[in-house]
């Protein structure tokens, strides 16, 4: 009983050391102290000298590089034929073009694991509180409905399984 005691009675005379009691006019006066110095603090002087670059004038008049087309080598040694690898069809459909036409990639399905985890934690939840409280019931349903919301947070937002494939 006297343990209890001392662990109530202690935060509350803690707590009212701490708010209670004159107000500290020192941090005020540094405050104001530290304000009055940040008013009289010269601003920024900007850099005196700046290179052309950095004022954005350099190469205002310098030519411009043409870019030239890229050509495939000439080779002088024996001639090259080169076939079309085209098909040209007779009928309007765009369908046998002969296109190419990569294969759809597999969808990414996420799967949460919210009413298992909340199931999980609902039940470690209800045997913590039912083993730490003194009344038994009371500390079981608290804990079960505290385990179970918890449970079901983590299970949506944080155990989460990203599956690829149909």
């Known amino acids: 009983m006297r343990y209890t005691k001392w662990l109530s009675l202690v935060p509350v005379a803690v707590l009212a050391v701490a708010c209670g009691g004159k107000g500290t006019p020192a941090l005020d006066d540094a405050l104001k102290n530290d304000l009055a110095l940040a008013s009289q603090a ?3 002087n900007p850099q005196q000298f700046v290179s052309p670059t950095e004022a954005g004038y350099a190469n205002q008049n310098a030519p411009q590089a043409l870019q030239t087309v890229a050509r495939q080598p000439v080779y002088r040694s024996a001639p090259v ?5 085209a098909r040209r069809s007779s009928g309007s459909s765009s369908a046998s073009s002969g296109g190419y036409y990569p294969a759809p990639e597999p969808p990414t399905r996420v799967e949460k694991h919210t009413q298992r985890d909340a199931a999980i934690g609902a039940a470690a939840g209800a ?6 409280s003194r009344d038994k019931v009371k500390g079981g349903l608290i804990g079960a409905a505290v385990g179970g919301i918890l449970g079901g947070v983590i299970g949506n937002n944080v155990d989460i399984t990203k599956k690829t494939g149909w």
């Open 81 to 85: 034929r080169r076939t079309s690898t």
């Open 127 to 132: 045997v913590i509180g039912a083993t730490t």
């Open 42 to 44: 010269q601003a920024y």
